[in-house]
């Protein structure tokens, strides 16, 4: 077969798929292929900007714990990372059905368009479970080297059981339940789907509850520590700012109800693809806010507090504060006991007493696996302890 009976093939393959979309529909409008109205600049302008500051904000957290944090990265980064790497996939694949049919009226989408737009809808589904899974997985990991306690051990494995099953089902169901596979991109072949809105609904639900159950979990401790109300409410906002994302999954469930009910579904379909990003984009972005910190106090002291002073107490400057045995530690040497010494070196007037007091913290030495999280500062140390 030559080029130019394979051209006419496909054109005619188009221009049947175009003439049987218009026959079922015949109350659409004529296309419009020379300047329809799209939605494309807010789809791929949102996009675009919030994978922007998402990728600035793991930049900011990987300088950060190889800089300045003794352990380097930790089991959490290299998942948050995984995370950031299908989150941007997911942004470059809803770039690509946007350029393809999202946010273009249904009778304005150029048969040529179909198969990449099927396609990018499909690898669409595909990544999102594991940025969202991968995102919380990564975030218990953190729990678990800042709050070392029975209950939060038990929580934090248990809860990581229960995604990674989860995210591997909705990965699955995602592959079969439309078949033949290849129906999601091939309007010639007869696509038989499961009832998709139940699955999606159910889904949307069981993922705004794990998003709520993980970002909060830890207020309870933070609400206990025995600092001022100032910093605590910081501290609590900063581990609860994913709750970003459950506002996008909500959002994301009721544009899906628009969608069932719509008889233009490319352009009511924008703001699933939206809120999509948004959800996962957040999720990624409140993992790494407090790798900023640290990052402001050491760059900009005057606004706070400098990570690299010695402080009153003679603590030193802490590369990490974890939370242990109802006090907060800061972590100054490898060895199981810090020694703080008072006015050792000063100089003293004739006949004057010297006076010295060594204060001993027991700590617990950390393994070479744990990871180091940047969210308790200096001060924090100082005045973070729990009541018990």
Not at 132 to 146: D, E, G, P, V
Not at 235 to 258: E, K, P
Not at 269 to 274: C, N, P, Q, S, V
Not at 276 to 292: I, N, R, S
Request: charged share 15%.
């Amino acid at each position: 077969m030559d080029f130019a009976t394979a051209v006419v093939r496909l054109f005619s393959r188009e221009q049947n798929a175009l003439t049987s979309a218009q026959s079922k529909h015949p109350d659409w409008p004529e296309p419009n292929y020379v300047n329809p109205e799209t939605r494309l600049p807010l789809l791929m302008g949102v996009s675009c900007a919030s994978g922007f500051v998402m990728l600035v904000l793991l930049g900011v957290r990987i300088y950060t714990r190889h800089t300045m944090s003794q352990r380097g990265l930790g089991v959490d980064d290299v998942l948050m990372i995984l995370a950031a790497m299908f989150s941007t996939a997911l942004v470059i694949i809803v770039c690509v059905c946007a350029t393809h049919g999202t946010g273009y009226h249904n009778w304005d989408i150029r048969p040529e368009w179909y198969s990449t737009w099927g396609k990018a809808t499909f690898s669409q589904n595909l990544a999102f479970a594991p940025a969202t899974t991968l995102t919380k997985i990564s975030i218990l990991h953190t729990y678990l080297y800042l709050f070392p306690s029975r209950a939060n051990r038990i929580f934090c494995k248990s809860m990581m059981a229960f995604l990674w099953a989860w995210g591997a089902i909705q990965i699955i169901v995602t592959c079969v339940q439309c078949g033949p596979l290849s129906s999601y991109w091939d309007t010639r072949m007869k696509k038989r789907c499961i009832l998709i809105n139940p699955y999606l609904y159910s889904s949307g639900a069981i993922n705004s509850f794990t998003d709520v159950v993980v970002y909060l979990w830890p207020s309870r401790t933070l609400f206990a520590l025995q600092m001022p109300l100032l910093r605590r409410l910081g501290l609590l906002a900063t581990f609860s700012a994913g709750l970003v994302a459950v506002i996008a999954s909500i959002l994301r469930m009721v544009a899906i109800h628009n969608v069932s009910f719509s008889s233009d579904s490319t352009w009511a379909g924008t703001f699933i693809a939206l809120w999509k990003v948004l959800e996962v984009t957040f999720g990624v972005k409140c993992g790494c806010l407090p790798a900023v910190k640290p990052l402001v106090q050491t760059s900009f002291p005057k606004l706070g507090t400098s990570s690299n002073r010695t402080n009153t107490t003679g603590l030193g400057s802490s590369s990490f504060n974890r939370l242990e045995n109802g006090v907060s530690r800061s972590h100054i040497n490898s060895d199981r006991t810090v020694g703080l010494q008072d006015l050792r070196h000063a100089s003293l007037p004739n006949g004057a007493i010297a006076v010295t007091s060594e204060t001993i913290v027991k700590t617990r030495k950390r393994a070479d696996s744990d990871s180091e999280e940047w969210i308790f500062t200096e001060d924090d140390a100082k005045e973070g302890s729990i009541a018990r």
